[in-house]
């Protein structure tokens, strides 16, 4: 089967009754920027990591690809209002699997999400960012605060998005970005979550694909431990206590 035309895929993304010089204008960019527009036709047999969860006809994605291929990716997902700990646990967890070679995998959110994805980059590994709104709006945002993304298709930040490139964020894609994260990886750590929410849709889906679901305990304070307890509960998760070392942790999630 050939590639289809870039162009008419730039067309396929963007909202219907865009005029040519609208498609030429978001075509330029993307030639410009580096980035891609996958097809499911075409690329899920490249990538048939993507083709797990939600269905979806077209994706945009900016940076390296080659953490799509890679045998494992683990998701490190969590609440927006983080304590301290739960911060510097995701960010020292993503670091060591980083210097693994496994690329982590989360949403982008403030909180633990960021703090998973600086982890990896802090070591120059790979991270995908499963991202709500139109990539065109994130690099926007975002371009400020992670120099990686100046890397163009070399950044080992990939961001992917399913939306038109400058859509805003939406609920409804929010939720579908959190099943393509339960989807996409091969294991899923809870490290702080709420007791309702963003996180908790996620662990629904990765539970109901049977994914191995880690639930970080040994918070100093209660009410970190409280949407968690719950969560471990409702999907079966296992205890994984942030007062290991982080090697012993990343060999413990891994061993599963």
Partial sequence: MSDPDPKE????????GSSDEEIDETFAIFDSTGIEVLSHEVDSRRYPRLTRGPRWDFLTA????SPLDSPTAIAI??????????????????????LREIPTLSGMARGIDQAAHQGSLSVGASTI??????LLRFLRRNKPHYPSLHAGGDSPLLAISGVAPWERWSVGEAMRRNRWIASWCDALIVVEANPEGGTWRTAEAAAEQGKPIWVCKGFDGIS?????????????????????????????????
């Fill in 77 to 98: 997902v969590g609440r927006r209002d983080p304590s301290d700990e739960g911060l510097q646990f995701a960010h020292d967890l993503a670091e060591a699997l980083g």
């Fill in 129 to 134: 960012a499963a991202i709500p709104e139109g």
């Fill in 9 to 16: 895929l730039v067309r396929a993304i963007l909202p219907p």
């Fill in 224 to 256: 970190e431990e409280m949407g968690n307890e719950q969560l471990a509960k409702t999907y079966g998760g296992m205890e994984l206590d942030i007062r290991m070392k982080t090697e012993e942790s990343t060999d413990l999630i891994l061993s599963a």
């Fill in 62 to 65: 900016f940076g390296d690809p």
